[in-house]
């Protein structure tokens, strides 16, 4: 799957007739949300299709939902390196397991953001399983482009967009 990061490719090479089905599907519905939804639908039933992932990482998603996941304790649980994790990894997600810890530490720090008026930035950071402030700082921007203080100024009624 680690052939498909950062690409743009049309669903119906992936998915053939499937792709096109559901590409179809989504151009009738208006609502982004809906979209959202019927496609999250899709890849949930094709995950729980367990001859398509490995054991090992399907037990790997679950642990490093959690913010204060710790590499070394997930592969000695799974009793395998952290090379062969982050190839398990690179086939199946896309991604190796630290760069989707920090996105999900991400998405958790915005849902937080999204949901306070008042914010107390150093706790949120170790809510998020970040070692300091200044460490999710420089985390947030990475992936966001902006500090966390200027997202939350940017935000708008759809929280899925920031003006730029």
């Not at 994790?85 to 915005?110: C, E, H, M």
Request: glycine share 4%; proline share 2%.
């Amino acid at each position: 799957i680690s052939a498909f990061s950062h690409q743009v490719i049309e669903m119906d090479q992936i998915w053939g007739r499937r792709g096109e089905f559901v590409h179809e599907q989504m151009y009738e519905i208006q609502s982004p949300h809906a979209r959202f939804s019927l496609l999250e639908g899709l890849l949930i039933a094709l995950l729980e299709d367990s001859s398509l992932i490995d054991t090992r990482v399907s037990y790997s998603l679950g642990f490093l939902s959690n913010p204060e996941f710790q590499s070394k304790e997930l592969v000695a649980d799974l009793g395998i390196s952290q090379k062969h994790l982050n190839r398990l990894f690179d086939k199946y997600v896309g991604i190796n397991p630290k760069s989707l810890n920090r996105i999900n530490r991400f998405q958790t720090a915005v849902r937080s953001i999204e949901r306070h008026v008042r914010i107390d930035w150093a706790d949120l950071a170790l809510e998020c399983g970040y070692y300091d402030q200044s460490h999710f700082i420089t985390d947030f921007k990475r992936i966001a482009g902006v500090t966390p203080v200027d997202y939350l100024h940017r935000l708008t009624s759809d929280h899925n967009f920031i003006v730029a």
